[in-house]
């Protein structure tokens, strides 16, 4: 039962390449969701999906965009990549009003 | 706008001993309060939750009660062991999507032998 899996684990990249992570539930849920997590800063959300179909901000969009490829499977995509994005960045899924199912975690360094 | 604060870490205690890490909020109506944990390398795990008012959550020997009057959720522990060391968040939903959370910054326990 793999649950929630991020790809890749590690990834660095240097100011203004472009890169996606991907991420893919497999526990049929309808909600999916793109965190970062910074030291001393907690996760913040920065892009969700209550649905196929649908995308929405949430309070760190800027310099991201997503999509929902399908109910299972949704992608989080740098455009030109700056050191400010260095963090690690979560996928997490959940159904209803079910609790967040994450994955492991992609750590991202811009150099 | 809504937010969560947690004491600072780390905390540092020995086997057995009791653990409180506090947890206050800010939020317009009621929101949802979660305890979540993560172990080194991975994702977050959902630890305990409260809905309401004076609820209660509890999961592996962890409770914290929703107090509504003094907007907090303190997280506590008996007697805590090494295999508790992690990283702490506290949480709040902002409406009925339970997804959409407010973290805490977090805090590091580390429990020595």
């Known amino acids: 039962n793999a649950g929630v899996t991020q790809t890749p684990k590690f990834q660095v990249l240097k100011t203004g390449q472009s890169m996606t992570l991907q991420c893919a539930q497999d526990m049929n849920h309808n909600s999916m969701y793109w965190y970062r997590q910074d030291p001393g800063m907690g996760l913040r959300l920065i892009y969700y999906s209550a649905s196929e179909g649908t995308t929405d901000k949430g309070e760190v969009p800027n310099g991201y965009n997503v999509s929902r490829l399908n109910k299972r499977e949704f992608s989080l995509r740098l455009e030109s990549a700056a050191p400010s994005q260095t963090s690690v960045y979560f996928c997490a899924s959940s159904e209803g009003g079910s609790p967040l199912h994450f994955g492991n975690g992609t750590r991202l360094t811009v150099t | 706008g809504n937010s969560v604060t947690q004491m600072e870490g780390p905390v540092t205690l020995s086997e057995e001993a009791f653990l409180t890490i506090n947890c206050t909020y800010t939020?317009?109506?009621?929101?949802?309060l979660f305890w979540y944990v993560q172990y080194p390398g991975e994702g977050l795990q959902l630890l305990l939750k409260a809905t309401k008012a004076d609820d209660k959550g509890s999961n592996k020997g962890f409770e914290a009660t929703y107090r509504k009057e003094t907007t907090s959720f303190h997280l506590e522990k008996g007697s805590v062991q090494v295999s508790d060391s992690a990283v702490y968040f506290c949480?709040?939903?902002?409406?009925?999507?339970?997804?959409?959370?407010?973290f805490g910054q977090g805090t590091t326990l580390q429990v020595k032998p």
């Open positions: 949480a709040l939903s902002e409406g009925s999507n339970t997804g959409k959370l407010i």
């Open positions: 939020a317009t109506g009621y929101p949802s």
